[in-house]
Nanobody
Framework: QVQVVESGGGLVQPGGSLRLSCAAS????????MNWYRQAPRNERELVAT????????NYADSVKGRFTISRDNSKNTVYLQMNSLKPEDTAVYYC???????????WGQGTQVTVSS
């Protein structure tokens, strides 16, 4: 049974930090590219950060570059998103996605709410 479970969201003041975690099970985690997406109210889902299966390469949306860091621990089947210098416009539901580049298979978590507000 495939499970993708995000955690670590919450309410934080502007300029603060949060660390999101995404724990996966039920598939071969180390073969999947991992992505963090976010969706704010009335907006489309946006790709925030990507990390390759072995963790050797990362990519970020321009809006978070220099503030967010994606990482993974394949021994724990977990991917992380460290978010620093948070802004109100970072407020969204953050989703973890596992993508197999050859099979075209995708698994999604249920999302975790991040609210940046004073």
């Amino acid at each position: 049974q495939v499970q993708v479970v995000e955690s670590g969201g919450g309410l934080v003041q502007p300029g603060g930090s949060l660390r999101l975690s995404c724990a996966a099970s039920g598939f071969t985690f180390s073969m999947y590219v991992m992505n963090w997406y976010r969706q704010a109210p009335r907006n489309e889902r946006e790709l925030v950060a990507t990390i390759t299966s072995a963790g050797g390469s990362t990519n970020y949306a321009d809006s978070v570059k220099g503030r967010f860091t994606i990482s993974r621990d394949n021994s724990k089947n977990t991917v992380y998103l460290q978010m620093n210098s948070l802004k109100p416009e970072d407020t969204a539901v953050y989703y973890c996605n596992a993508h197999h580049p050859w099979l075209g298979r995708d698994y999604w978590g249920q999302g975790t709410q991040v609210t940046v507000s004073s």
